[in-house]
């Protein structure tokens, strides 16, 4: 599917995915990738401008009330009432997805429980603490016991410890209750950590789409990470040699090369700086996580922020 | 349309009301001091067409003053919906967009016309002689003239984006209206000009047609002001439902 907004904006274009029941799907992409247009396209909110999706097996377009029945959401913002208590919430959205009484409260009372939020059920949601908060939304987009949960960035802007707590909650509902998850991030260990199969989204269109595992595989290379001066000189020779797979330069004293069965080429490395006049200040072999292929398959350049440490986070990531 | 959904959120819209307490207070203080301070400070005026007491005459525009008022209140809230996001969890959920606009409709008149009874219950405190057999028409018309409200709020809220722009037309729009819908002064003694527009204002049908129900000395028949006020009530409330429908978010 495609849409482009009014004024020409192509927000995602021809997206094409599938996704398997019961598993998790994480869809990765920078922030502006068009993650969460594609989310509300898949949720009824918007309309695509060309193409169709189904969600189980409905159509959005044409069939979307029964889409939303067997859908629930947790958006990108907070989209709570923070005038009523955590249950009064709950018991909103139950009461819009035609819940009756019993169910309603026997849902309750097994999604707070769930999410941890027992004791805290008859408090003004005001007076939730972030990560509370966003505990109230995953419990409430379980609700109705949808079929697919989709989680817009579930943990931006939440400290490690509750995002560590999120990613729990999330495997849990996904474990216990056998639900869908459609998750977006910007967060690479997230959907490394969380997702069965991921696809890479960036400027609108899917760049990869396998398992973290898989993805990784396609790069098959070990990545040795190096600062030092003269960077552009080494860039260059290195591009001549036969071992060297890729290289790439980014900031102004950081390189990635890659490289297969690393452990040997560290050496060839150092040598041929030394060779250069060009002074290393650190190196470090590591086997490629799900970050390189992405820095690999987008090309977006990772800034070294802290000095000595060798900044791994693409520029998006480091505002959280 | 689905009846648990616009319950639902009918008794979303009390609570929220009903705990912001504060602003409950404050809708009624104003036209209660207007009421009381201009009520007593002109009580000698005299003014072409003005059969009454000047308290009398007041207090059925300061019922509908603050009825309208409370009402618009709520329509607009659709904008704090939006800004705090909780318009997309109602906009997801499987109910049909009618059943969101009527939900949101019954819960503000319900509280709007509740605050108006409490002013027409203080300005009986403070003498206003008040013709019990009006009380039923006189109920119709605050009813409608809360619909009307919501349903202008809504318009508004949906072609307005931030609080700013809210302001605004509160001084731009809703000010003059009040002020021209007869509340305060008769029809007969504005000049010919003024007339006109005194008669665009739809709230001038709702004042004149409360009075006539409750305290008399309307300037138009009263199956005037009902069927006109009736009218508007279902355009701005179909307008507001068409534009609420069609809001992206």
Known sequence: MTKIFNGGLVAIDRVSFNVEEGEIFGFLGPNGAGKTTTVKILSTLLRPTSGMAKVCGYDVVKQPDKVRRS?????????????????ENLDFHARMYGMNRRQRERRIKEVLELVGLTDRADDLVKNYSGGMKRRLELARGLMHSPKVLFLDEPTLGLDAQSRRAIWDYVLRMNREEGVTIFLTTHYLEEAEFLAKKVAIIDKGKIIALDTPSGLKDLMGRDVITLSCTKPQVLVEALKGEGWVKDVKLFDSSHLSIYVERGE?????VVKLAEELGVEVASISLRKPTLEDVFIHLTGKAPRDEEGGKVGWWPPWRRRA | MTLQAVYVLWLREVKRLVRARSRL???????????AILGFGLSYAKLPGLRLSYLDFLAPGMVIVAVALSS???GVSVIWDRQFGFLKEVLVAPVSRLSIVVGKALGGSTVATLQGLAILAVSVLLGVQINILGLLPGLTFILLTSIFAVGLGLIIAS????????????????????????????LESAPNWMKGVIYLDPLTYAVDGLRGAIVGGSAMPLTLDLTILSGLCALTMLLGAYLFGKCEI
């Open chain 1, 71 to 87: 859908i629930g959401i947790v958006f990108q913002e907070p989209a709570l009432d923070d005038r009523l208590t955590g249950r």
């Open chain 1, 264 to 268: 040997g080429k560290v050496p060839k």
């Open chain 2, 25 to 35: 207070i404050a809708n009624l203080i104003q036209p209660l001091l207007i009421l």
């Open chain 2, 72 to 74: 618009m209140t709520s």
């Open chain 2, 159 to 186: 072609k307005v984006n931030d609080f700013e722009g809210f302001g605004l037309i509160m001084n731009l729009l809703v000010f003059p209206l009040i002020l021209l819908s007869t509340a305060f002064f008769p």
